[in-house]
């Protein structure tokens, strides 16, 4: 996803990121192609749950539901994600993905079974 981490708060379980639209992406409009948008707040998601859990979990989507409220330009993005309530099973989370002058322009809510993390923990998101 060509993700780079910014910052984690640990009381809000939010995460940062930063990612890059590639040019490859752009639709005959102009603009991000919706699917790549859906990964990278899908990618903001999971990163928060992994950071809050420890890199012990991940995340295993049930169900993502995603409203564009701008055209996504090509090039540098901002996303956020955090973690909505985290229960033994199932967790709830959000996201939203801004352009570099914090306009907003999508966000995400999704619904994911908890499971373990597969592989070694690692400190950088992505």
């Known amino acids: 996803m060509g993700v780079e981490f910014e910052s984690f708060d640990k009381e ?4 940062v990121l930063r990612f890059i639209a590639p040019e490859h992406f752009r639709t005959p409009r ?5 699917g790549l948008v859906a990964g990278f707040l899908d990618e903001v998601m999971g990163w928060a749950h992994v950071w809050a859990t420890d890199h012990a979990e991940a995340p295993l989507n049930l169900e993502i539901n995603m409203t564009l409220v701008r055209a996504v330009p090509i090039g ?6 955090r973690v909505v309530k985290r229960g033994r099973r199932v967790t709830y989370l959000e996201s939203e993905l801004f352009d570099l002058d914090g306009e907003l322009l999508a966000r995400a809510t999704s619904t994911a079974l908890v499971t373990e993390r597969p592989g070694p923990p690692s400190e950088n998101a992505g």
């Open 30 to 34: 102009g603009f991000c192609q919706g």
């Open 76 to 81: 540098p993005l901002k996303a956020k994600g």
């Open 12 to 15: 809000r379980e939010e995460i």
